[in-house]
């Protein structure tokens, strides 16, 4: 059974930073790509950032772009993602998604989900 566990959310002030990890409990973990997305309350998912298997090519939503990162190491199965400049309108439950065949944008694409940790940014 794969399971993803995110960690690193919390509460910061806005301008400042987060990092967000994802410990993937599978051993062809370098195979697949992995995404985060996010949900705000009252909104619908929505995708944050992608990255291939060899971490080579990333991909990132326009809101985030030049703010965020993200990055895997898989000699640790763990993917990451790294949040600067925060703003109040990035505060979401912010889910970890992996076994992406490619990197994508769409949540169908990923078959396995993290149970999601909250990032709050305050004003």
């Known amino acids: 059974q794969v399971q993803l566990v995110e960690s690193g959310g919390g509460l910061v002030q806005a301008g400042g930073s987060l990092s967000l990890s994802c410990a993937v409990s599978?051993?062809?973990?370098?195979?697949?790509?992995m995404g985060w997305f996010r949900q705000a309350p009252g909104k619908e998912r929505e995708f944050v950032a992608a990255?291939?298997?060899?971490?080579?090519?990333?991909r990132y939503a326009d809101s985030v772009k030049g703010r965020f990162t993200i990055s895997r190491d898989n000699t640790k199965n763990t993917v990451y993602l790294q949040m600067n400049s925060l703003k109040p309108e990035d505060t979401a439950v912010y889910y970890c998604?992996?076994?992406?065949?490619?990197?994508?944008?769409?949540?169908?694409?990923?078959?396995?989900w993290g149970q999601g940790t909250q990032v709050t940014v305050s004003s």
């Open positions: 998604a992996g076994g992406a065949v490619m990197i994508t944008t769409r949540q169908s694409g990923y078959p396995y």
């Open positions: 599978v051993r062809t973990f370098s195979m697949y790509g």
């Open positions: 990255v291939t298997r060899s971490g080579g090519t990333m």
